[in-house]
């Protein structure tokens, strides 16, 4: 039996179809290529203007910050500089009349007028001029100046600090090492009732400024201790997770209020009485943590105590 094949032919109609269909498709893909373009154009330019908004935003941030800085310092250096000057002033008209009454116990020493005599005119002389209430107020107003005067040092060397003048090169540290140092500084000047314990993870070298990240530990370590007071505990642990150092300091001490963790950061802003801290520590703390890539957490409950975390990537 023979099998019959079947042909089909197409008409010319089909082919022109065919053509028709090919042509709408150039033509649609080319309008999208153009839409396309016209998207990513669009895309860039909200790209650009997002940076351009991020920078601004950063920046003004930043004026807001040296703005803040400004004035902390300002109030922190006119403070010991007003009673500096009125101390200086006061020890200027101390030292007049001190002056002439050394000139005038001179005069009388050498005047050859009887011993009563003199001494009779040197005490009035010394009544009239305060010369007791001068010896007794001189060696205070001496260390009250003195005291100015490291209060403007201290402020000066924050602000180093502050904006890492004296920064030596990076260099691969052990950070479990850097803590070590910190505890050794500050246990000298802990209670005997705050005890101090360690939890160290076995954790890379980390390419740091070790110097400034022994400044952190080291004001951490001393805020967890006045946090305590009286009595209590200090953890300290550090791990490696996720490509990053992790270190944390916890006590149990008062805790923080949740109005104050809003502004912990900020320079000058401090809990602390009048001339026991400037506010500058923490605020150090986390620029120089930021200037490694990293960021400081706070998990604090009043009462409870609370935990400081750094973390910094190895990258």
């Known amino acids: 039996m023979t099998t019959k094949k079947k042909f089909f032919f197409k008409s010319p109609d089909d082919n022109d179809d065919v053509l028709c269909l090919q042509q709408v498709v150039e033509e649609h893909a080319e309008i999208f290529e153009q839409h396309g373009k016209m998207r990513i154009d669009e895309l860039e330019t909200v790209l650009a203007e997002l940076k351009a908004t991020h920078q601004q935003i950063v920046q003004n941030e930043k004026m807001a910050m040296v703005g803040k800085l400004t004035a902390g310092v300002a109030h922190e250096i006119n403070n010991p500089l007003g009673f500096i ?49 001068i010896i ?53 000047g802990m209670t005997h009732n705050t005890i101090v314990k360690r939890e160290y993870g076995e954790i ?15 004001n951490l370590l001393v805020n967890a201790h006045h946090a305590i007071g009286i009595q209590g505990e200090i953890m300290v642990r550090s791990w490696h997770a996720k490509e990053r150092i992790f270190v944390s300091f916890s006590d149990t001490g008062c805790g923080i209020p949740e109005h104050q963790l809003l502004h912990i950061f900020e320079p000058f802003f401090t809990t602390r009485k009048a001339g026991c801290g400037m506010g500058l520590g923490l605020s150090i703390c986390n620029e120089i943590i930021r200037n490694h890539g990293g960021e400081i957490r706070i998990d604090s409950e009043v009462g409870n105590g609370s935990t400081f975390t750094v973390s910094i990537p190895l990258e």
Do not use: W
Not at 86 to 102: A, D, P, Q, W
């Open 85 to 133: 000057s009125s101390n200086v002033v006061s020890l200027g008209k101390y030292c007049e009349r001190l002056l002439m009454i050394i000139e005038l116990q001179h005069e009388m020493l050498t005047s050859g007028k009887p011993g009563s005599q003199r001494d009779e005119q040197v005490q009035a002389v010394r009544h009239r001029l305060n010369i007791e209430r």
């Open 136 to 188: 007794r107020e001189i060696p205070e107003m001496i260390r009250e100046t003195m005291e100015g005067v490291d209060r403007v040092k201290n402020v000066v060397n924050a602000l180093k600090c502050f904006s890492f003048i004296d920064d030596s090169e990076m260099q691969l540290a052990d950070i479990n090492q850097c803590l070590e140092k910190a505890l050794n500084i500050v246990n000298a």
């Open 204 to 218: 890379p070298q980390l390419l740091c400024y070790p110097q400034q990240l022994n400044h952190v530990f080291k």
